[in-house]
């Protein structure tokens, strides 16, 4: 199968602060979804992002599928930003999921 | 768009009865359904790919006849967990894939079960 990895597991941050959150995968994929995971259980999708990069407010992702790896930046984090976040790629027609990053964001 | 729902949101019942979930896509046609289980302060585990008029395919170590899974039609995927356990006790999720563009998927809000 595949290896989906992420870091940090947890994060602190002050409000405000920026963070960068990692996912590195063990072959390639056909697709890479970053998540957010809100307090109730509730996925959110962020981004769909298989290559390249883009960006939704506050919010953008790279993925650089050559080196298996992408990467979600947060700006300027709020309280609302904390949860969990969570990557998941696409590998023959499965979506396999990271361990997640635990972001709590404190004001 | 690509709204994913399932019911009922959460489920107590008592050891030895048999819970069904269903997980259905409102707004588009999703041949493929997926079934997550995820513990406490974990992950996401695949449990069984759900397809639409034909078997599911389990992951391995998941119990087919325990967890039963029916795609009747290409919105609705059902989860039958039988004669329940307090170990079955977790949050369930399920997704869609909408391949009509990006080969996206989507989540329902999730199940809790607690068995007693």
């Known amino acids: 199968g595949i290896q989906v990895e992420q870091s940090p597991p947890d994060l602190i941050l002050q409000e405000g602060a920026n963070s960068t959150l990692r996912c590195n995968f063990s072959d390639s994929v056909n697709n890479l979804q970053w998540f957010h995971q809100n307090p109730w259980g509730q996925l959110i999708n962020l981004f769909y992002i298989p290559s390249g990069t883009k960006q939704n407010g506050r919010l953008s992702a790279t993925t650089v599928a050559t080196e298996r790896y992408s990467l979600l930046y947060i700006s300027s984090s709020q309280t609302t930003d904390s949860g969990v976040y969570f990557c998941?790629?696409?590998?023959?027609?499965?979506?396999?999921f990271g361990s997640g990053t635990k972001l709590n964001v404190k004001p | 768009g690509a709204v994913v729902s399932q019911h009922p949101s959460w489920v107590i019942c008592k050891s030895g009865t048999s819970v069904k979930i269903e997980c259905r896509s409102l707004d588009f046609q999703a041949t493929t359904m997926f079934w997550y289980r995820q513990f406490p302060k974990q992950s996401l585990m695949l449990m069984a790919t759900?397809?639409?008029?034909?078997?599911?395919?389990?992951e391995q170590g998941v119990e087919k006849d325990k967890f039963l899974i029916n795609h009747a039609s290409l919105t609705l995927s059902t989860l039958t967990v039988t004669s329940a356990h307090p170990e079955d006790s977790s949050f369930y999720i399920c997704s869609a894939r909408d391949s009509r563009g990006a080969d996206t998927q989507y989540f329902g809000p999730g199940t809790r079960l607690t068995v007693l």
């Open positions: 759900s397809n639409e008029g034909s078997k599911a395919t389990y």
């Open positions: 998941a790629v696409a590998y023959f027609n499965k979506f396999y």
